[in-house]
């Protein structure tokens, strides 16, 4: 039962009445919301009486499906539903019960519970926490520097950096996945190129892409590129200039990458499959197919190396390197 006694009932009340503008009643509301002192479940004026911008600040919930206005949630909502609106931002917390379609930008910093599917058109940062019981479809830019975990599939029709975490079911993608976060996928992974810095993340399936670097900053010149320099080529001070030029060159980019260790292992345990492959630090549990293939340090591969056009691998993988 409703209690309507409520400081909220009460402003609903006045503003039915006339004895208060639309202005005055979200002014108040948005007053009195701050101070935490609404406390109520009852749904506010209909989007018929009501301007078009939505902000919540206090403890609230509502009941109609489609919102035609950007949503703000400094407080907490709950919606009694699915939410279709045109922009939504959650510095507090809301949940979603049911799907959740935003047709222009989203931006959280705080919590968002979304019950069923997530379908985003705009811009979207996520420096908060997002938990998302079905699938994400996002058509734009998406960055992630918090935490978001999809139960289902994420499906992207943009580029998606991650310097947050993320966890999903499957990827698919028709653009880009930059990672220098944490990612942690149950099946496959399959998008237009793949790039990160590497790191403790997990890919239960294949990885599939037109270009897949993984620690590529990491993979340097060994020793063995100096070994054609001489004693006595090393006596004379351009072949000293250019010999400690090479090194300062491939050292430099891995200082300012602000890496002072490698990276923890980047695990597949599928396939890996591109047309061009460059991996460090990286453990491949299957095998590893492409145009072109570059196998830095710290590489485990269990499987086989197929290659089609070139290969640069460590000579312990004599056995395991197959041209097809």
Not at 69 to 89: A, F, N, Q
Request: charged fraction near 25%; aromatic fraction near 6%; proline fraction near 3%.
């Amino acid at each position: 039962m409703t209690n309507k006694n409520t400081l909220e009932n009460k402003l609903k009340e006045k503003y039915d009445n006339g004895e208060i503008t639309k202005k005055e009643f979200d002014e108040l509301m948005e007053k009195f919301g701050s101070y935490d002192l609404l406390h109520t479940d009852v749904e506010r004026p209909s989007s018929s009486k009501r301007s078009s911008n939505y902000h919540f600040s206090g403890s609230s919930k509502i009941f109609e499906e489609i919102v035609d206005g950007p949503v703000k949630v400094s407080g907490r909502l709950v919606t009694e539903g699915p939410l279709k609106c045109r922009s939504i931002k959650v510095s507090g917390s809301a949940i979603v019960s049911g799907d959740l379609i935003v047709t222009e930008d989203v931006k959280i910093s705080g919590s968002l519970q979304v019950d069923g599917d997530a379908k985003l058109g705009g811009i979207s940062k996520v420096s908060g926490s997002v938990n998302i019981d079905k699938s994400l479809y996002a058509t734009n830019i998406f960055k992630i520097s918090g935490k978001i975990r999809v139960k289902e599939n994420l499906v992207l029709g943009d580029d998606m950096k991650i310097s947050g975490t993320l966890s999903a079911s499957m990827i698919k993608s028709t653009s880009n996945l930059l990672v220098s976060g944490k990612l942690n996928v149950g099946e496959d992974v399959i998008v237009k190129s793949f790039i990160t810095s590497g790191g403790a993340s997990i890919i239960d399936g294949n990885l599939s892409a037109e270009t897949i670097e993984i620690a590529r900053s990491y993979r340097i010149k060994t020793d063995e590129e100096y070994e054609n320099y001489e004693n006595d080529e090393l006596s004379s001070i351009p072949n000293i200039a250019k010999f400690v030029t090479n090194i300062i060159s491939n050292i430099v980019p891995i200082i300012h990458s602000g890496f002072s260790v490698p990276p923890k292992i980047f695990n597949v345990k599928g396939n890996m499959e591109g047309n061009k492959i460059d991996i460090s630090y990286t453990h491949v549990h299957g095998d590893i197919i492409g145009d072109s293939i570059v196998i830095g340090p710290g590489v485990t591969i269990d499987g086989k190396i197929k290659y089609r056009e070139t290969i640069e691998a460590p000579d312990s993988y004599k056995e395991q390197i197959e041209k097809i």
